[in-house]
């Protein structure tokens, strides 16, 4: 069965403190790995996609990587306006469903 | 580009009645996905939708139904609602095509059920 799994639940970092974010994945063949950023109350918003191992995308303060069994969002010297949540979700060939993570609820304080 | 777009934005419905949501995509995308959201559960796939045929569907009861029209915008329907039914529903849009599958999330439809 296709499963994401993101570690950990929950993150509170100081201002500056570096750190990463995991998500596991099985699936039968992966069309794409997404990651999204929510805030509360409101709906995912895209940050990035990664289709083969080995594949990195960066984006200001985020970079993201892929294995063939999880990928990392790595979060470099973060800022208080980088708290949110953080989803991960896998795309399997041959479906198009899109299968999401619990997420990891991230907290920088300043 | 204008964004995804749901209607209406909150909504109070009591238990027993029936509700309907409203998601118009991104224009250009043919692909409309539907989600609730709860603390509990995290994001939960209900239905997608693909030039207007039902694709890809989640383990929900027949209380939710959906369905897309020829411009692409879609409406999700939940009848005999229950307390249960109380989320944030989000809509998604996505290309669907070549290398662009990510998906697009519009604000998402807050229903509470009483």
């Known amino acids: 069965e296709d499963q994401v799994t993101q570690s950990p639940e929950a993150l509170r970092l100081q201002e500056g403190e570096s750190s990463s974010l995991n998500c596991s994945y099985t699936?039968?063949?992966?069309?794409?790995l997404f990651w999204y950023r929510q805030d509360p109350g409101k709906g995912p918003e895209f940050l990035f996609t990664?289709?083969?191992a080995g594949e990195e995308k960066e984006k200001e303060r985020l970079k993201a990587t892929l294995t063939k069994k999880e990928s990392f969002l790595h979060i470099t010297a973060p800022k208080p306006e980088d708290s949110a949540t953080y989803l991960c979700?896998?795309?399997?060939?041959?479906?198009?469903?899109?299968?999401f993570g619990t997420g990891t609820r991230l907290k920088v304080l300043a | 580009k204008a964004g995804v777009t749901q209607t209406p934005r909150y909504l109070i419905k009591t238990r027993g009645q029936q509700v309907t949501l409203s998601c118009s995509p991104i224009?250009?995308?043919?692909?409309v996905s539907w989600y609730q959201q709860t603390p509990g559960q995290g994001l939960q796939f209900l239905f997608e939708?693909?030039?207007?045929?039902?694709?890809n569907k989640g383990n929900f009861p027949g209380r939710f139904s959906g369905r897309q029209f020829s411009n692409s915008r879609s409406e999700m329907n939940v009848s005999t609602l229950e307390l249960g039914d109380s989320a944030l529903y989000l809509c998604?849009?996505?290309?669907?095509?070549?290398?662009?599958?990510?998906?697009?999330f519009g604000p998402g439809t807050r229903l509470t059920v009483t």
């Open positions: 990664l289709y083969s």
């Open positions: 998604a849009s996505s290309l669907r095509e070549g290398q662009s599958y990510e998906q697009y």
């Open positions: 939708y693909f030039s207007e045929t039902q694709r």
């Open positions: 979700a896998v795309q399997a060939r041959g479906t198009y469903k899109y299968i």
């Open positions: 699936v039968s063949g992966l069309r794409g």
């Open positions: 224009s250009g995308h043919r692909s």
